[in-house]
């Protein structure tokens, strides 16, 4: 049982950090129409400044964090001006290879600016403190993380779904050249996605960091885990995504402890696999209607 | 006798003649200067290392562009199959086997794996599909990780033995030159299929299929069988790749397999060219060459900025591929002497 | 009688609500060209879809004559209608843009490539002479529509007229004995919808085909039809020579609409 406990909100946990990094992608995905490859590494990037902050003049972990959502916000406008919307007639295909560009960029930013050794970041919340749950120790950094992404989510639909800026998010992302006909300002939409996407990225890195610290893939696990998250829920919605990166940390926390370690993630992949032959756009997802 | 001679020089005349087979020789008999250059010191082991290395992934490459360029079609999953290619063919030989069946054994299994991806992307399709082949490459980067039989971080190789009776082993430099030289053969040999597969009705169906499929089917293009033949040819070719890295290196690492590498050899695509043979392998030097054989020199780390910055704008200026650059090149040359041309007959007249 | 080439018993399609094609029953007879009208969103498309098996899950049968005798055409798969002698056009020109002209007729002929992958990984000669032949017949056709000097172009960049012909061309590859034709004269000008009548004509002789073909053009369609079938909201209205169709009053009250 505490075994069952320990492994629930570890998975709450890293479900939070995988959504959040989903809804990143699948943000981006809908108004840029991109598969964004460099989502991990934005957030990376971002978390080194944090850290660097925090290394270098001592600050305290919340004024870095801040400081790493603001630069994300910059980093998000950047790449959507700089990079993203000369690219905008590139075919689909290219355009995922600029996002790689993107990560060779970032990749090569990071010695530039922080060096090539791994910077340590503490949690939010010291890990000291917790409360004990069925012989399972709950951290309150745990709880921090999970309450605060479940919020932020649920701020961003309660956004999407309500106000005229997500009508307008909402409009582009299902057809930005009619979207632009009917005067949606689909520019700053897609600009403000980025940003928004970096952000998330960012938060989604900051959780990981105490665990892995900060270095260039720290959020390699987290990514791969989010693109499985949105193809598991389905691109088509902002929810499917969500739920499935919860989906996921739990399959894979549970299997690899109840089953396997080693083949845990090959079972929970296959699985995943096996159901998107019989649900091809998803959980969520529907199937786009084309004639011929 | 002496018919059967003139017959001979004709057929041989007629081979260089068919000017496909002439310039892919041609293209190899220059690649294969490389090592020529490491014999007289002129480059350095390293440096021969590369070009290696540039002509391996350009066999995954050319694969890769059969899907991305005339399939219409993704893989994510292209590193999980080069891996493939190196391990497998590892694994079997630490068992025993001949090389040749070693490698013929290991491109099967790919070959049968590549078949499964191509049922399923009947019916999954767009960033699905991507995204689950995906997932193909990393359940087969979870066993190459964490399987007994590859022991741990790599599997050593050791020197292969071709036909039963050669061995080559990549130490002395001189059969390691020997190694560079079988590598590109069977790179020009790859080319060659290519170019004969997508100049056929195969590559025909394959185009038309990614364009339109309902023209496709109205015309009888089995949209299946076209799946198929198009990702296990990407797969062969990948594993292909694999077997060659597995001859020329002679061990494979169990942990390099993973979606950047996938990534790369999509970029080789991207920015050398979609369709073009030579522009694959263009795309190759650019990705791989151009960062380790000039900027790593130059800019040490920070070299990654530069190719981040070269993928990015070759993408925005030339959407089919730097190959268009000698296409370019060519047709401004054509002009030039068209136009010297005809401004002699406006002489004359 | 003679016995007919197409016939569509009862033919029924539904999207979601929305019926489609409701209980169409018409038959194509040897040699004929048959117009298909109706308004647009009539479901003339649908039609052509059901019968070339593009959608299997309509209502009622599709029998035709074709080059394998009387078959039904549900037992068929989309890809193998074209083994019975029947071939189609798109209403949006449906080529391979990066390919050219010559290799586009090509792909009317994949069918009877009898080479097979391996062949053309290594070129063997069984690849390159079924090549030569088939390319030998594409020109012929290419020389027919007089667009031969084309031949080695891309599609991509060709202006409408000749996109229009190279589809019909390619449904000449094939030695169909049935072609259907959607919207063929759509986006011409007159001149090129006179030329493209003239065309039709000589398919005909040429080829000893059957035509059947939708089309918006009413100058058209009387001038070339032998017999025109008319539908609204996917329901049989006529099916006469022109000239009676013309003159039918439910054919009028569908395009012009019921005044009261
Ligand atoms: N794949 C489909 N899914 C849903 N509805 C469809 C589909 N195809 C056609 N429809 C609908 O069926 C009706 C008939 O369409 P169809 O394309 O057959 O008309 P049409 O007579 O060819 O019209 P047009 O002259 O404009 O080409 C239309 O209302 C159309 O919106
Ligand atoms: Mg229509």
């Known amino acids: 049982m505490t075994e069952f406990v320990r492994l629930f909100f570890n998975s709450l946990q890293t479900g939070s950090i995988f959504a959040l990094a989903a809804l990143g992608i699948v943000l981006i995905f809908r108004t840029s129409r991109t598969t964004n490859f460099a989502q991990g590494l934005i957030g990376t990037f971002n978390a080194y400044v944090a850290a660097y902050f925090l290394l270098r003049f001592g600050w305290n972990v919340w004024l870095v964090a801040l400081i790493a959502i603001f630069t994300a916000f910059l980093t998000g406008v950047i790449i959507d001006t700089l990079i993203i919307r000369p690219a905008a007639k590139v075919n689909p295909i290219s355009k995922q290879i600029v996002t790689l560009g993107i990560i060779m960029i970032l990749v090569g930013l990071i010695p530039f600016f922080f060096g090539v050794q791994p910077l340590l970041f503490p949690s939010f919340i010291p890990s000291r403190f917790g409360i004990d749950i069925l012989g399972a120790t709950l951290r309150y950094n745990t709880v921090f993380i999970i309450v605060l992404s479940v919020a932020l989510m649920g701020a961003m639909f309660w956004f999407i779904q309500y106000t005229r800026w997500g009508l307008a998010t909402r409009v582009t992302a299902s057809n930005e050249t009619t979207s632009k006909l009917m005067g949606v300002p689909t ?4 600009m403000v996605s980025w940003a928004t996407a970096a952000i998330l990225g960012t938060l989604a890195a900051l959780f990981v960091a105490p665990s892995v610290s900060v270095q260039p893939n720290m959020m390699l696990n987290v990514q791969l885990s989010a693109f499985f998250a949105g193809t598991l829920g389905g691109f088509s919605t902002f929810i499917g995504p969500v739920v499935g990166a919860y989906i996921i940390a739990f399959a894979r926390n549970f299997t690899s402890f109840y089953i396997s370690d080693i083949w845990g993630n090959v079972l929970v992949y296959s699985s995943i696999l096996v159901f998107l032959y019989f649900k091809p756009y998803g959980l969520f997802g529907k199937k786009p209607t084309k004639k011929v | 006798m002496l018919t059967i001679l003139d017959n001979f020089t004709k057929r041989v005349h007629g081979f260089f003649q068919g000017h496909v087979y002439r310039n892919y020789l041609l293209f190899g008999a220059a690649v294969m200067m490389i090592p020529l250059m490491h014999n007289f010191g002129i480059i350095g082991s390293g440096t021969l290392g590369i070009w290696a290395y540039i002509v391996i992934i350009t066999v995954v490459a050319l694969g890769l562009n059969i899907l991305l360029g005339f399939s219409g079609l993704i893989s994510l999953g292209t590193a999980g199959f080069v891996g493939a290619g190196a391990l497998g063919t590892g694994v079997f030989l630490n068992m025993g086997l001949p090389f040749e069946l070693a490698a013929l054994l290991t491109i099967l299994i790919a070959a049968a794996i590549g078949a499964l991806i191509g049922f399923f992307s009947l019916r999954v399709e767009g960033i699905y599909l991507a995204i689950a082949t995906l ?11 964490q399987i007994e ?13 071709f036909l039963g009776f050669f061995t080559l082993n990549a130490n002395p430099p001189s059969e390691r030159r020997f190694l560079f030289v079988i590598i590109v053969a069977v790179m020009v040999l790859m080319m060659i299929a290519m170019h004969h597969l997508v100049h056929s009705k195969t590559g025909r169906a394959l185009l038309a299929m990614s364009r339109s499929q309902a023209a496709a089917q109205a015309m009888g293009v089995s949209i299946l069988s076209y799946r198929l033949i198009a990702f296990v040819t990407a797969t062969v070719f990948a594993t292909v790749g694999g077997v060659l890295y597995a001859v020329y290196i002679q061990n494979a690492p169990t942990t390099a397999w993973t979606l950047d590498l996938s990534l790369f050899v999509i970029a080789m695509v991207v920015v050398g060219g979609f369709k073009s043979i030579y522009g694959t392998f263009l795309g190759a030097f650019i990705i791989h060459g151009i960062p380790n054989l000039i900027l790593a020199e130059l800019f040490g780390d920070v070299s990654y900025i530069f190719s981040g910055v070269l993928i990015i704008v070759v993408i925005l200026f030339y959407p089919y591929g730097a190959i268009q650059v000698f296409y370019d090149v060519r047709k401004w040359f054509h002009k030039g002497r068209l136009k010297l041309t005809t401004k002699r007959s406006d002489r004359s007249a | 009688m003679k016995t007919p080439l197409l016939e569509l018993n009862q033919i029924s399609m539904t999207f979601g609500g929305l019926k489609a094609v409701n209980d169409l029953s018409f038959s194509v007879f040897p040699g004929e ?16 879809n059901c019968v070339t098996q593009f959608y299997k899950d309509y209502e009622g049968d599709v029998f035709f004559d074709g080059l394998k005798g009387k078959v039904d055409l549900r037992t068929i798969k989309v890809t193998d209608v074209i083994d019975q002698g029947l071939v189609r056009t798109f209403q949006n020109v449906e080529l391979i843009p990066d390919l050219s002209i010559m290799n586009n007729l090509l792909i009317g002929a994949h069918k009877q490539f009898k080479s097979r992958l391996i062949d053309h990984l290594f070129n063997t000669k069984k690849a390159r002479q079924e090549e ?8 012929e056709i290419l020389t027919f529509l007089k667009i031969d000097h084309l031949k080695d172009f891309y599609v991509k960049g060709q202006p409408y007229g000749i996109l229009k012909k190279i589809e019909i061309a390619r449904t000449l590859m094939s030695d169909p004995k049935l072609i259907i034709l959607d919207e063929p004269a759509a986006g011409l000008n007159d001149r090129e919808t006179d030329e493209l009548e003239a065309l039709i004509y000589q398919i005909r002789e040429k080829y000893q085909t059957t035509i059947l073909l939708i089309e918006h053009d009413m100058g058209f369609v009387m001038n070339i039809c032998d017999r025109v079938c008319a539908i609204s909201f996917g329901k049989f209205l006529a099916m006469d020579t022109p000239a009676k169709i013309q003159k039918n009053a439910l054919v009028q009250e569908a395009y012009l609409g019921k005044d009261d």
């Open chain 1, 187 to 190: 520019k700053s939409v897609t």
């Open chain 2, 135 to 145: 997932f193909v490459g990393e359940i087969l980067r979870q066993i190459y990780t």
């Open chain 2, 149 to 161: 039989i590859f022991g741990g971080q790599m599997i050593n190789i050791g020197a292969i033995r």
């Open chain 3, 33 to 48: 060209i048959v117009g298909l009208i109706g308004p647009n969103g009539a479901g003339k498309t649908t039609v052509f």
């Open chain 3, 132 to 139: 030569a032949r088939l390319s030998e017949k594409a020109l």
